[in-house]
């Protein structure tokens, strides 16, 4: 019976069971719900997958995106619940599940309670039985698209016209690349239509619509139309610095940048790079890197960097033997060759947590190069810096078995306490924090780095921390609505404004500069003929850059929806945000002095382009009205 499906998939209780409503197993999405009485949310979890490796969130917005309850799950609760209380209301409470989940959510609530699930798109939102049934509206005049991909579950979709009957089924194939999928068509009509969708096969399923609104409900009386009402941000600056902003910058290609590429990168103005050394490479031609390296140095002003030693053919673990050495000893004499004019961390291999066996054997190729660096003075003479331990991910674990043995901040504590003396900075790559609203981890995760090293006398982390490496994806699971569109664009502001946002961080970089064909995720778009082109996260990068200063002001901010850093420079000063949801949001800032010294405000949308926009300034606060989905700066100079 559908009921009972219930429990375990996103099936549709019938009439003749009046009951509570039940939504399982849901792994990345949004459920919106709008209650006409008085209801109780309830979300249980259970394990899907290495869930005893990591952490994670649940978050519920009121109506006006403010956070009404947070629940941070430990790794160890691999089972549990949550209850928050609904309020009735016209808008609609919003739950996230964000993904990429190690766990399934099951979510009750009353059957009274308006209910809409958004699925992700792409990857995978939940598992399912063969059989489930959802519902859908296509309103009069939309040219939607019915869309899935084939995860190993669910291998089509089925769409029936409730109207008359009208039927559709779309197959989903195994394709190469990730990001690729398939879709079909819906009739455009004169009237609004709704749509009854099953899915046929159990397992993973990832379905979802395009060109017209993303959502799905139990019953045909629950497609009602999504409220959200405006909200509120307010903002308190403080005067005193708390650290500095950290060098922004990207992973760079192991080969001589091409000039037509130059234009691109200028526009980047990347402060910090990001580059592999291939051991085997060098061995055999120990200057092949120097070119390139001196360019990136000399002309781009490129003098912070972190380069990862590894093989070819993404070889990323590495053996204490002679090539391994020779290659070292071939990056530390093109790093002296270039003068000492940066600081240039060295980390030896490539995510070692997810690419050792364990920690032992990891730990045996650091101390031999560990050695092999410091037995010459001249390499720290000539700014050379030994991080550690590059891992992936850092709080949780790596995509691996056995990721509860593998966090790479139990592998960096325990170096810390073995070889601390050898070490100089704490070094991770962030992966698979793909909603917008959970990019406040990326703070937590710098604080907890910042825990681990300590901090001196000024408050300054002991040993550098440096984020040499994120994206929302790792390896080419990709998803085109993830990075060629004004999401990037937003998710790449946010990660910089909660990774920024204490002072703390050194070094923040995005991978990659420029697409490559089996990892289309750069900021760059290679065109043909040597032809480059800015993506929209280039050209949001391009308009943080414009707006960067040294110095991190202290900020408070009620807002959850909208992220804010407060920055100075001698008598500048800037805050860059951006509003990740849809909703237009009323934003006052307290600290500052009446008129604005030079004062502006600048807009970047989803036409990726920079804008003027009017602001008030009176009795010291300023006020204005920001769209959503729009990055904003505001700069002015202090009296």
Same mark, same amino acid.
């Given at each position: 019976?559908?009921?009972?499906?219930?429990?375990?998939?996103?099936?549709?209780?019938?009439?003749?069971?009046?009951?509570?409503?039940?939504?399982?197993?849901?792994?990345?999405?949004?459920?919106?719900?709008?209650?006409?009485?008085?209801?109780?949310?309830?979300?249980?979890?259970?394990?899907?997958?290495? =869930?005893?490796?990591?952490?994670?969130?649940?978050?519920?917005?009121?109506? =006006?995106?403010?956070?009404?309850?947070?629940?941070?799950?430990?790794?160890?609760?691999?089972?549990?619940?949550?209850?928050?209380?609904?309020?009735?209301?016209?808008?609609?409470?919003?739950?996230?599940?964000?993904?990429?989940?190690? @766990?399934?959510?099951?979510?009750?609530?009353?059957?009274? !309670?308006?209910?809409?699930?958004?699925?992700?798109?792409?990857?995978?939102?939940?598992?399912?039985?063969?059989?489930?049934?959802?519902?859908?509206?296509?309103?009069?005049?939309?040219?939607?698209?019915?869309?899935?991909?084939?995860?190993?579950?669910?291998?089509?979709?089925?769409?029936?016209?409730?109207?008359?009957?009208?039927?559709? !089924?779309?197959?989903?194939?195994?394709? @190469?690349?990730?990001?690729?999928?398939?879709?079909?068509?819906?009739?455009?009509?004169?009237?609004?239509?709704?749509?009854?969708?099953?899915?046929?096969?159990?397992?993973?399923?990832?379905?979802?619509?395009?060109?017209?609104?993303?959502?799905?409900?139990?019953?045909?009386?629950?497609?009602?139309?999504?409220?959200?009402?405006?909200?509120?941000?307010?903002?308190?600056?403080?005067?005193?610095?708390?650290?500095?902003?950290?060098?922004?910058?990207? =992973? #760079?290609?192991?080969?001589?940048?091409?000039?037509?590429?130059?234009?691109?990168?200028?526009?980047?103005?990347?402060?910090?790079?990001?580059?592999?050394?291939?051991?085997?490479? !060098?061995?055999?031609?120990?200057?092949?890197?120097?070119?390139?390296?001196?360019?990136?140095?000399?002309?781009?002003?490129?003098?912070?960097?972190?380069?990862?030693?590894?093989?070819?053919?993404?070889?990323?673990?590495?053996?204490?033997?002679?090539?391994?050495?020779?290659?070292?000893?071939?990056?530390?004499?093109?790093?002296?060759?270039?003068?000492?004019?940066?600081?240039?961390?060295?980390?030896?291999?490539?995510?070692?947590?997810?690419?050792?066996?364990?920690?032992?054997?990891?730990?045996?190729?650091?101390?031999?190069?560990?050695?092999?660096?410091?037995?010459?003075?001249?390499?720290?003479?000539?700014?050379?810096?030994?991080?550690?331990?590059?891992?992936?991910?850092?709080?949780?674990?790596?995509?691996?078995?056995?990721?509860?043995?593998?966090?790479?901040?139990?592998?960096?504590?325990?170096?810390?306490?073995?070889?601390?003396?050898?070490?100089?900075?704490?070094?991770?790559?962030?992966?698979?924090?793909?909603?917008? #609203?959970?990019?406040?981890?990326?703070?937590?995760?710098?604080?907890?780095?910042?825990?681990?090293?300590?901090?001196?006398?000024?408050?300054?982390?002991?040993?550098?921390?440096?984020?040499?490496?994120?994206?929302?994806?790792?390896?080419?699971?990709?998803?085109?609505?993830?990075?060629?569109?004004?999401?990037?664009?937003?998710?790449?502001?946010?990660?910089?404004?909660?990774?920024?946002?204490?002072?703390?961080?050194?070094?923040?970089?995005?991978?990659?500069?420029?697409?490559?064909?089996?990892?289309?995720?750069?900021?760059?778009?290679?065109?043909?003929?040597?032809?480059?082109?800015?993506?929209?996260?280039?050209?949001?990068?391009?308009?943080?850059?414009?707006?960067?200063?040294?110095?991190?002001?202290?900020?408070?901010?009620?807002?959850?929806?909208?992220?804010?850093?407060?920055?100075?420079?001698?008598?500048?000063?800037?805050?860059?945000?951006?509003?990740?949801?849809?909703?237009?949001?009323?934003?006052?800032?307290?600290?500052?002095?009446?008129?604005?010294?030079?004062?502006?405000?600048?807009?970047?949308?989803?036409?990726?382009?920079?804008?003027?926009?009017?602001?008030?300034?009176?009795?010291?606060?300023?006020?204005?009205?920001?769209?959503?989905?729009?990055?904003?700066?505001?700069?002015?100079?202090?009296?």
């Amino acid at each position: 019976m559908k009921y009972f499906a219930l429990l375990v998939g996103l099936g549709l209780s019938v009439d003749a069971y009046a009951g509570p409503m039940r939504w399982a197993d849901i792994r990345d999405g949004s459920l919106y719900l709008q209650a006409d009485r008085p209801d109780t949310l309830t979300v249980q979890w259970v394990p899907a997958w290495q =869930a005893e490796a990591n952490e994670e969130h649940l978050y519920l917005l009121d109506g =006006a995106g403010k956070l009404q309850g947070e629940r941070q799950i430990a790794a160890s609760e691999t089972r549990g619940s949550q209850s928050w209380p609904l309020a009735p209301g016209a808008s609609s409470y919003r739950l996230e599940i964000p993904g990429y989940s190690f @766990r399934r959510y099951r979510v009750e609530h009353d059957e009274r !309670t308006v209910a809409l699930f958004a699925p992700a798109k792409v990857h995978f939102s939940a598992e399912t039985h063969d059989g489930d049934e959802l519902y859908f509206k296509v309103a009069a005049g939309e040219h939607a698209v019915l869309a899935g991909k084939f995860h190993g579950g669910v291998g089509a979709l089925q769409a029936q016209r409730v109207g008359d009957g009208k039927q559709l !089924t779309l197959a989903l194939k195994p394709y @190469r690349a990730y990001w690729q999928f398939d879709k079909t068509e819906l009739p455009v009509e004169s009237q609004d239509q709704v749509w009854r969708l099953r899915l046929q096969g159990s397992g993973k399923a990832a379905f979802w619509l395009d060109g017209t609104a993303n959502l799905f409900a139990q019953s045909p009386q629950q497609l009602k139309p999504l409220r959200e009402d405006a909200g509120q941000t307010r903002l308190n600056l403080g005067q005193k610095s708390v650290g500095n902003t950290p060098y922004l910058g990207i =992973a #760079l290609p192991y080969t001589m940048p091409p000039p037509s590429s130059y234009a691109v990168l200028d526009a980047l103005k990347p402060q910090a790079g990001a580059y592999y050394s291939f051991v085997d490479v !060098t061995a055999r031609k120990p200057q092949y890197e120097d070119a390139f390296r001196q360019l990136y140095q000399d002309r781009f002003g490129i003098r912070q960097d972190i380069t990862l030693l590894a093989g070819s053919q993404r070889q990323a673990d590495l053996r204490p033997d002679v090539m391994s050495n020779s290659g070292l000893d071939a990056w530390l004499a093109s790093t002296r060759a270039l003068g000492g004019k940066g600081t240039h961390y060295i980390g030896f291999a490539d995510e070692p947590n997810l690419n050792y066996p364990d920690y032992a054997s990891y730990q045996r190729i650091f101390n031999s190069m560990a050695r092999q660096v410091r037995s010459n003075p001249d390499n720290a003479k000539a700014g050379v810096r030994i991080a550690m331990p590059a891992s992936s991910r850092l709080v949780n674990g790596p995509f691996a078995d056995n990721a509860a043995d593998k966090r790479g901040i139990d592998w960096a504590r325990r170096l810390l306490k073995e070889s601390g003396e050898q070490v100089d900075a704490l070094a991770w790559h962030e992966w698979m924090v793909r909603d917008l #609203l959970a990019t406040r981890s990326y703070r937590d995760s710098v604080r907890r780095a910042a825990d681990l090293v300590g901090l001196d006398a000024q408050g300054r982390p002991r040993k550098a921390l440096l984020l040499d490496q994120t994206n929302m994806s790792s390896g080419s699971s990709l998803s085109p609505y993830d990075q060629e569109t004004h999401y990037a664009a937003l998710w790449w502001a946010s990660v910089v404004i909660n990774a920024s946002q204490d002072g703390l961080l050194e070094m923040l970089n995005w991978f990659q500069a420029a697409d490559e064909p089996e990892y289309p995720k750069g900021m760059l778009r290679v065109m043909g003929d040597d032809r480059f082109e800015l993506k929209p996260v280039g050209l949001a990068q391009q308009f943080i850059q414009q707006h960067w200063l040294q110095k991190v002001l202290p900020l408070e901010n009620d807002a959850f929806e909208v992220d804010v850093l407060a920055m100075a420079d001698d008598a500048k000063r800037s805050l860059l945000g951006v509003n990740k949801g849809s909703r237009l949001q009323r934003v006052d800032l307290n600290g500052t002095k009446c008129p604005l010294n030079k004062g502006s405000l600048r807009y970047f949308g989803a036409d990726n382009r920079s804008r003027d926009a009017p602001f008030d300034c009176r009795d010291g606060r300023v006020t204005f009205e920001l769209p959503g989905q729009t990055l904003f700066a505001l700069s002015w100079i202090a009296s």
